[in-house]
């Protein structure tokens, strides 16, 4: 989760100052990340010719959520921008979990209403309402990452499955970057924040996602995830320079609780 919020962080730090392109970012975050997830994973057949399931909808996904990702964030603040995104994760997989057949204990659903309050918290009243396309791109990322978090916990094999989505989405986001070439801007500042994101916090940190999933059920692991609009607000404060208030610190101890008791109430069913 701390990988996730870093990654709001990042992208939010290099797109606000104009450092990089939306599009650029993108391209240089899958690119970096498939790089890295090849040194990782090491040059094999299965890299060539990969076997793994679901391989082409995965890239899809992560396509999607990573350019609609970066155009929104040049509007949005991280933690409006990551509260957006987490929102959206939860209303697709607990749809898709509960579509599925998956049921929670009452505890589970009070924790769950008690996180969503404090989301509620954190944003109103007092807030200016984000911008509205803006606000669509990063609901659009978070339902592909809900989608992508899902085909996940399918994945027999967390460093390949991860390897093989950033190797053929990176192609398509190179084809984004020609599309858009006319908003072409690259510094050296925002090219090392696209890469760090995409090494480290995007490549990395996914192989660590997808091989937690595989023991989380999709309830849990949408509630888990509730907790990164929190982090992300708070390295908004730290990196950002935003304002921390009562009601973030509120906010945060009803996410936090919440997923808590969710969470420990369906590991007890």
């Given amino acids: 989760m701390t990988a996730f919020a870093a990654n709001s962080i990042l992208c939010r730090l290099a797109l606000r100052g104009g450092a990089i392109d939306p599009a650029s ?4 975050r899958l690119a970096s ?33 990573a350019a609609a990702f970066s155009f929104a ?3 949005l603040s991280a933690g409006m921008g990551a509260l957006v995104l987490f929102g959206s994760v939860q209303v697709t997989m607990m749809a898709i979990a509960l579509f599925s057949g998956e049921r929670l204990p009452p505890w589970s659903w009070a924790g769950f209403a008690l996180a969503l309050s404090g989301l509620v918290v954190l944003t109103f009243p007092g807030l200016t309402a984000p911008p509205l396309v803006a606000s669509l791109l990063m609901a659009t990322a978070g339902v592909a990452w809900g989608v992508y978090s899902i085909l996940g916990r399918r994945s027999s094999s967390a460093l390949l499955s991860t390897a093989h989505s950033f190797q053929f989405a990176a192609p398509v986001a190179v084809l984004l970057s020609l599309l858009t070439w006319r908003d072409l801007h690259l510094s050296g500042t925002g090219m090392a924040l696209a890469v760090a994101s995409g090494a480290v916090t995007s490549g990395l940190g996914y192989v660590i996602w997808y091989a937690a999933l595989r023991g989380l059920s999709a309830t849990s692991a ?48």
């Fill in 25 to 28: 970012f993108t391209t240089l």
């Fill in 33 to 65: 990340g498939a790089v890295m997830l090849l040194l990782v994973s090491g040059v094999r057949s299965s890299w060539i010719r990969p076997q793994l399931e679901h391989r082409g909808l995965n890239a899809a996904m992560l396509f999607l959520y």
């Fill in 73 to 75: 964030y040049v509007k």
């Fill in 222 to 269: 949408a509630l888990t995830q509730l907790t990164v609009p929190v982090l992300a607000a708070l390295g908004g404060v730290v990196v950002l320079s935003e304002s921390i208030g009562w009601r973030l610190l509120l906010s945060g101890a009803m996410i936090l609780g919440g997923v808590t008791i969710a969470l420990t109430s369906a590991r007890r069913r």
